[in-house]
C-alpha cells in the first residue's frame, strides 16, 4: 500500500514538473491555423495541433531544466521549496532526469515527422538556455528574450502549416509578448523586491510601466492596422482586445498575478471568457464564405 502511495505522488509530482498549466502559452501555435483560414482543414488542425504537442514538450523539458538550475534557490523560497516537486523532495533529481531525457527523445523523433518545426523549437530550447545561464541576468535583453519564446511560437504554427509569418502577425505578437514579458517583471519586482532576482537591480517600477504601455500600445495599434487594412469584417474583434488588455492590467494591480499570465487568465472568469468569445469571433469571421 506505501508503495502505491509513493508510486502515485512521484508520478503526480512529475506531472507538475512538466507544469502543464502554462502550457496554455503555447496556443500561440495555433494564431496562423486561424489567421490563414486554414482551420476548416482538418489535415491543417492536426498539423498544428501536433506543433503544439511538441512545444509543450519542449516547454516542459526548459521548466525542468529551470529546476534543475534553482533547486537550491527554491528550496529557501518560502512558497516554492513546497510547490517545487524537485525542491521540496516530491520527485528526485534521478527520476526528473529520466523525464527529461524522455521528453528530449521525443522532440528528437519529432525532427522525422515535422523537420521545420523541430529546428523552430530548437531555436526555442538554445534560446531558454541561453536565458536560464546568462540572458535573463542582461536588462532589456531578459525581456526580449521571454517574448521572442511567444514568437517563435507562432513561427512553429506557421512552419507546420507551410505557410509564411505576415509582418502584421509577428510585430503585434512581438509587442504583446513584451507586453506580458514587461508585467512579469514588473510584478517581480513589486511583489518580491530587487533582492529577488538580480536584473530587477537595473529597473524601477515606473521603468518597467513605460515599457508595459509602449508594448501593450503597439500591440493595440499594429492589431487595428492588420484588421483595417487586411481584414475590415473582423473589426468587431477590437473591443475584445481593448477589453482584454484593460481587465488583465486591473488583475495585475488588484491581485499581483502578473508575474505569471496563465495564473491571471485562469483566475479572472471574465478575461478568460473574453479570450474565448474573441477566439470564436475570429474563427466566424474568418470562415471561408461566411461573412
Given amino acids: 500500500m506505501s508503495n502505491q502511495i509513493t508510486f502515485k505522488t512521484s508520478l503526480y509530482g512529475l506531472i507538475r514538473l512538466m507544469r502543464p498549466k502554462q502550457w496554455v502559452k503555447n496556443t500561440f501555435v495555433f494564431a496562423p491555423l486561424i489567421f490563414s483560414g486554414l482551420f476548416t482543414n482538418i489535415t491543417s488542425v492536426l498539423e498544428t495541433f501536433l506543433a503544439a504537442i511538441f512545444f509543450c514538450i519542449a516547454s516542459s523539458a526548459i521548466y525542468i531544466i529551470n ?30 532526469t529520466v523525464l527529461l531525457i524522455i521528453l528530449c527523445s521525443i522532440l528528437f523523433s519529432g525532427y522525422f515527422i515535422q523537420p521545420s518545426v523541430i529546428l523552430i523549437i530548437t531555436g526555442y530550447l538554445l534560446l531558454n538556455l541561453a536565458y536560464t545561464f546568462v540572458l535573463k541576468h542582461q536588462p532589456v535583453i531578459d525581456i526580449f528574450s521571454i517574448a521572442i519564446g511567444f514568437v517563435l511560437r507562432v513561427y512553429a504554427g506557421a512552419m507546420s502549416l507551410s505557410i509564411s509569418v505576415s509582418s502584421w502577425m509577428f510585430v503585434t505578437t512581438l509587442c504583446l509578448a513584451l507586453f ?47 484588421v483595417m487594412t487586411t481584414q475590415p469584417d473582423m473589426i468587431l474583434t477590437i473591443p475584445f482586445v481593448i477589453f482584454g488588455l484593460f481587465r488583465y492590467w486591473l488583475i495585475v494591480e488588484s491581485t499581483g498575478e502578473g508575474e505569471s499570465p496563465t495564473d491571471a487568465l485562469f483566475s479572472d472568469w471574465q478575461l478568460l471568457f473574453t479570450t474565448i468569445i474573441w477566439a470564436i469571433v475570429c474563427i466566424w469571421m474568418l470562415m471561408p464564405g461566411g461573412v
Avoid: C
Wanted: proline fraction near 3%; hydrophobic fraction near 35%; aromatic fraction near 10%.
Fill in 180 to 226: 506580458l514579458a514587461a508585467v512579469k517583471r514588473r510584478q517581480e519586482l513589486v511583489e518580491n523586491g530587487k533582492e529577488s532576482r538580480k536584473v530587477l537591480e537595473h529597473y524601477s517600477a515606473s521603468l518597467i510601466d513605460r515599457y508595459a504601455e509602449m508594448s501593450a500600445t503597439g500591440a493595440l495599434l499594429f492589431y487595428s492596422l492588420f
Fill in 67 to 96: 529546476d534543475f538550475t534553482d533547486i537550491e534557490y527554491d528550496r529557501k523560497h518560502p512558497v516554492k521549496s513546497k510547490k517545487r516537486p524537485l525542491a521540496s523532495g516530491q520527485v528526485s533529481k534521478s527520476q526528473a
